[in-house]
């Protein structure tokens, strides 16, 4: 492929890592991972509601990874309420894959803007030698792309396996009993699933470019050193 498209395909390829390190982010700070409603299952047994009388006692939740709002409703008018999961939350969720789903994101950001800046590297520099071939290019997009599915992954089981939204709920409630009515993901879980998708769109840059990178092989690429062990 000649020199100019393949600037121009690391040029898109770095554009969209970048775009998904900033979607990322904004997901992370955002409360719209799940969106949902709560059904006040006490109050609706002790009157026997049934059809229109079952909706005022179905309130409203929507969190995101630190914090969201609840509306719950017990047939006297709605209580909205703001929550944090650190430190409240702690101990009533699965702490470890919470966190986890956070440390993921993390990365996910993290080697998204590294992966923007290789590209841009090859686009209109002369990489390093240790940069010598598509490997480095693979690698960073391997890495976005697994650390997105396992974002998915583990959220999915903390929502519809452990029952989060049933937990946030019912945190701190002694007279009522919550339970999940209705949940569905929202636009920032949505968000992770599109970078997923872009890096596996990048990799495929990768290979429509080739393997001719735009810089000179040097006389003694042959002899791999300490650093390229490390980076590959």
């Not at 089981?157 to 929202?186: C, D, M, W, Y």
């Not at 990048?202 to 080739?210: C, E, Q, T």
Request: net charge positive.
């Amino acid at each position: 492929m000649p020199a100019q498209q393949k600037k121009m395909l690391f040029c898109t390829a770095g554009v969209l890592s970048f775009a998904c390190a900033l979607g990322a982010a904004a997901a992370v700070g955002s409360q719209l991972w799940v969106r949902g409603s709560i059904l006040c299952s006490t109050g609706a047994l002790l009157v026997n509601a049934s059809g229109p009388e079952l909706h005022k006692f179905i309130g409203d939740i929507q969190y995101g990874l630190f914090s969201g709002q609840r509306v719950r409703q017990c047939g006297l008018g709605g209580r909205p309420q703001s929550f944090s999961f650190f430190p409240d939350l702690l101990r009533i969720i699965p702490a470890s894959i919470h966190v986890s789903v956070i440390l993921f994101c993390t990365v996910l950001i993290v080697f998204a803007l590294v992966a923007a800046g290789f590209f841009m590297l090859n686009a209109f520099g002369s990489p390093y030698e240790t940069l010598h071939g598509p490997v480095g290019l693979y690698l960073w997009s391997f890495i976005c792309c697994s650390c997105g599915c396992l974002i998915m992954i583990l959220f999915s089981s903390e929502v519809k396996i452990h029952h989060l939204s049933e937990k946030i709920a019912n945190f701190k409630e002694g007279t009522f009993t919550f339970k999940t009515h209705s949940e569905q993901f929202a636009n920032s879980f949505w968000t992770i699933l599109v970078c997923s998708l872009v890096h596996f769109l990048n990799a495929l840059l990768i290979r429509l470019a080739g393997f001719e990178f735009p810089f000179s092989k040097s006389k003694d690429s042959g002899t791999t050193t300490g650093a390229v062990d490390l980076m590959y």
